[in-house]
């Protein structure tokens, strides 16, 4: 059973080779040669902010960065649980994130693309609790959407940088 399964292996490795794959983390692949190379746009709101945080996580701080992203963020609620008495309980939270990749040696834009995520967060409970759960959902979605403007921009690297 196991030369089995290590000959499916190796087989499903030579087949991905053959389409194009390649890995994404690895000593010479986009995730390493773009770790710390793009500069983020520099928030203007919370919002903003924790998407900066999250997509620094990510790509690690810019030290000497080549590429600067630029980004349109749009945010918006959404009542979902509407009580007999006309009380909004449940809340979606949808965002949008427009990005473009440029290559600040040559101001031209590399790739660009949209990504777009909700979240919800309960609005039943007191004040304050209604507050922080409105705050974390927003937090999740710039999460959310960070991570997908990271694999966007991992699947489609903007050739080799460096």
Avoid at 21 to 40: D, K
Wanted: contains cysteine; proline residues 5%.
């Amino acid at each position: 059973m196991w030369s089995y399964s290590r000959r499916s292996f190796i087989l499903s490795l030579a087949a991905l080779s053959g389409c194009g794959f390649r890995p994404v983390y690895g000593p010479s692949a986009a995730a390493t040669a773009l770790r710390g190379r793009i500069r983020v746009r520099e928030p203007k709101n919370a919002d903003e902010f924790f998407l900066l945080h999250r997509l620094e996580e990510r790509f690690g701080r810019p030290e000497g960065a080549r590429y600067r992203l630029d980004y349109k963020l749009e945010t918006r609620e959404r009542g979902l649980a509407i009580t007999p008495a006309q009380e909004t309980t449940r809340f979606h939270v949808l965002g949008r994130a427009d990005f473009t990749l440029v290559d600040t040696a040559s101001g031209k834009a590399v790739t660009s693309g949209s990504v777009d995520g909700f979240t919800g967060y309960s609005a039943i409970g007191t004040t304050i609790s209604t507050k922080a759960a409105r705050e974390d959902a927003y937090r999740r979605l710039m999460v959310i959407l960070a991570d997908k403007i990271t694999s966007r921009l991992l699947a489609t690297p903007p050739g080799e940088p460096g």
